[in-house]
């Protein structure tokens, strides 16, 4: 069975801080890791890593992924008051039957105080 | 672009009532999925549906089910309800289903209370 284990679960920082969340894994045929951060709804795509692509980088937010060790970092730099939300990361296998469905983890409840 | 619609936003049930979630996804997505969220086992895998077929089946028992249209609009149904369905029910489309090479965009989800 897939897994995905997220640390740490809540984060408290302060305006203009580096965070880094983590995110290692187990996966049956790893396809993809991804990073969504979810506000007060709907999920908002971050990055995708795959095989090909295992660094991401947009503005203050950047990923890596070390498929030799299974797990994936989300690096956010000086932090603003917006970042604020849960960051899930999940992962895509695939087995004989196609694509599965995305494992989550059960994310990382990230406050950025002002 | 529209993005992925989902019906009802909020909804109160009893226990031992049925339930059906509706959900629009991007114009031109044919992928439709199902995730349950709850406070204590975050997001669930439930199905995923690609050109009127489901696909993908989660682990989750067979009062849970869902079909597609041919317009790619997709329902899911729990029946018999349980308190411990209370959950937000999220739907996700893609272009081509979670093959990894297209990434899932999310509705706002319906949230579901049974009482």
């Known amino acids: 069975e897939d897994k995905v284990v997220q640390s740490p679960l809540s984060l408290v920082v302060h305006e203009g801080d580096t965070v880094t969340l983590n995110c290692s894994y187990e996966?049956?045929?790893?396809?993809?890791l991804l990073w969504y951060k979810q506000e007060k709804k709907a999920p908002t795509f971050l990055f995708m890593l795959?095989?090909?692509?295992i660094e991401k980088k947009s503005g203050r937010l950047s990923s890596i992924l070390d498929k030799k060790e299974l797990f994936s970092i989300l690096n956010i730099t000086a932090t603003q008051t917006g970042d604020s939300a849960v960051y899930l990361c999940?992962?895509?296998?695939?087995?004989?039957?196609?694509?599965?469905?995305?494992?989550f983890g059960k994310g990382t409840h990230l406050i950025i105080q002002p | 672009k529209a993005g992925v619609t989902q019906t009802p936003r909020y909804l109160i049930k009893t226990r031992g009532q049925q339930v059906t979630l509706s959900c629009s996804p991007i114009?031109?997505?044919?992928?439709v999925s199902w995730y349950q969220q709850t406070p204590g086992q975050g997001l669930q895998f439930l199905f995923e549906?690609?050109?009127?077929?489901?696909?993908n089946k989660g682990n989750f028992p067979g009062r849970f089910s869902g079909r597609q249209f041919s317009n790619s609009r997709s329902e899911m149904n729990v029946s018999t309800l349980e308190l411990g369905d209370s959950a937000l029910y999220l739907c996700?489309?893609?272009?081509?289903?979670?093959?990894?090479?297209?990434?899932?965009?999310f509705g706002a989800g319906s949230r579901l209370t049974v009482l």
């Open positions: 999940a992962v895509e296998g695939y087995s004989g039957g196609g694509a599965d469905g995305l494992t």
């Open positions: 549906y690609f050109s009127e077929t489901q696909r």
């Open positions: 795959t095989s090909s692509g």
């Open positions: 996700a489309s893609s272009l081509e289903g979670p093959s990894g090479a297209n990434v899932l965009t």
């Open positions: 996966v049956t045929n790893f396809r993809s």
């Open positions: 114009s031109g997505h044919r992928s």
